[in-house]
């Protein structure tokens, strides 16, 4: 295999550049010649993320973190001085994005007292502890994974200190925060506190609704989340519609994208039309109509069903039925695995759950099929942080349980990656395999259009121009 390029000579043409600003000429070094940062990956079939047809014999040039040229062999120049990688025999696309995650859950077990009630075996700030000491290793599992990006849609303020944290770290992940969710719910009715803060934003009125968005702003958030939660909370959201108004005018004028939390179908209805740009699960309680179709299609919103919380979530723990896939295996945190069996007596859950997501073909699998077939764009989010979901991997069991509702593997690609990059407002920036993006790739053996298994056959991982063999990113023990 090829060399790859050295990181020092990044850091080494950045110093270089202050020091000429600062100095002029005198610092620089005599007549040599800086190392080349181009990378060519050859011979790969090319599949873009865009929805378009695969491209044989492809070249993609990466020249520091970004995409300069993409093309065939041949029509691309590939300078001599660029370290080429064959990838030939090969599929090439974008690294995958997970527009659903919540970091300030772990996935394990004892995470969510608000549902399973185990704080006498963990109390929450240790969970909160171990949250908080296991960041690298959660950020590792989604480069395992060949999750590129993770759009974290609401929590504490550990959220932005995980996007901060990302930043820091070459094996991590994009990581896009949502601020929220905003909901008429008091907060202490639906999360314990986190470390000191709360794990919804609480509003009360349109204008409290618009003081929490400049709040976003000042805590640089990159979407905002929202959301009717219905059911038990409703007596609580009589006034909903008119907060979520103002929340998205306000978000407009702050050139801010908002996506919003729903189970309903009137409420999805409501949401659609105060003009959120996407819906994150879907109604369940209701088969979508022919109106709501139509009203969906107009408005280009774009819809994260979430079919992977039902089983995992509210089915597999209480009978441990778990279906794990081979890359969950793989990269997910073993920590997190092994409390799931942990405690062997599960308090009982009501409220229908088990019956409304056990296998088969209920109003979830039809809903997305209809969605699906009227031309919504769909996006793949896992609701990672659930417990029985992992950080990184379960996006992956979420691309399958998509599938076996019915959805080819080629859209399932698009919703990996360009559409989701688009919930997260990021489109511009990654999602596909484009001129001026950013160089988030996989490297796959098998065909993604063929099945979305294919997506777990990762060889290596590009993760903003510097590649990862698959050897640097599994899980610590």
């Known amino acids: ?50 929805g378009g047809p695969s491209r044989p014999d492809a070249v993609v040039l990466v020249e520091g973190e970004r995409i300069v040229a993409v093309g065939s062999r041949g029509a691309v120049d590939v300078p001599g001085d660029a370290t080429v990688v064959d990838v030939s025999g090969r599929w090439l696309v974008p690294g995958l994005i997970d527009a659903h995650v919540h970091f300030f859950e772990s996935g394990r ?4 007292p608000g549902q399973i009630d185990l704080t006498h075996l963990v109390p929450y700030p240790d969970e909160v502890a171990w949250m908080k000491q296991r960041v690298p290793a959660t950020l590792r599992a989604y480069l395992c994974a060949g999750v590129t990006t993770a759009v974290s849609v609401g929590g504490p303020r550990f959220e932005y200190e995980v996007r901060s944290a990302a930043q820091s770290i070459a094996a991590a992940p994009n990581v896009v925060v949502g601020h929220g969710p905003l909901t008429l719910v008091p907060a202490e009715v639906l999360f314990p506190p986190f470390d000191g803060d709360v794990s919804v934003r609480s509003v009360t009125d349109t204008e409290s609704a618009r003081t929490t968005v400049r709040e976003a702003v000042a805590w640089g958030a990159d979407l905002i989340k929202t959301g009717v939660l219905g059911g038990p909370f409703a007596a609580y959201e009589a006034d909903y519609a008119a907060v979520h108004d103002a929340v998205v005018e306000a978000a407009r004028v702050e050139g801010l994208r908002v996506t919003a939390h729903v189970t309903e179908l009137e409420a999805a209805r ?60 793989i990269c997910g945190d ?12 599960l308090p009982p859950l009501g409220g229908g759950f088990a019956e409304l997501f056990a296998a088969g073909d209920g109003v979830p699998q039809q809903n997305i099929r209809r969605l699906h077939e009227a031309g919504i764009p769909l996006a793949a989010g896992s609701d990672a942080g659930n417990f029985g979901l992992l950080h990184g991997a379960s996006l992956h069991y979420e691309l399958d349980r998509m599938q076996a509702a019915g959805i080819p593997a080629a859209d399932l690609l698009v919703a990996a990656t360009l559409h989701a990059a688009r919930v997260g407002g990021v489109g511009a920036e990654v999602g596909s395999v484009e001129v001026e993006k950013r160089a988030d790739l996989l490297i796959l053996d098998a065909d993604p259009l063929e099945d979305v298994s294919a997506l777990q056959a990762i060889h290596r991982v590009v993760k903003s121009g510097r590649v990862f063999e698959r050897d640097e990113l599994l899980p610590t023990r």
């Open 109 to 112: 077990i004892y995470t969510k």
């Open 1 to 50: 295999m090829p060399p790859r390029p050295r990181c020092s000579a990044i850091a080494d043409r950045l110093i270089l550049a202050l020091c000429l600003a600062a100095w002029g000429s005198a610092c620089a070094p005599e007549a040599t010649a800086p190392e080349s940062t181009l990378t060519a990956f050859v011979g790969a079939t090319l599949v873009d993320g865009t």
């Open 270 to 329: 409501t949401l659609i039309e105060a003009g959120v740009d996407s819906l994150q699960h879907l109604p369940l309680d209701a088969l979508v109509d022919e109106a709501f179709l139509r009203l969906a299609a107009e408005r280009g919103v774009i819809v994260v069903p979430t079919l992977a919380v039902g089983p995992r979530n509210f089915v597999q723990p209480y009978d441990r039925s778990y279906d794990l896939l081979p890359i969950e295996e």
């Open 334 to 345: 073993p920590q997190v695995i092994a409390s799931w069996y942990e405690v062997d007596d």
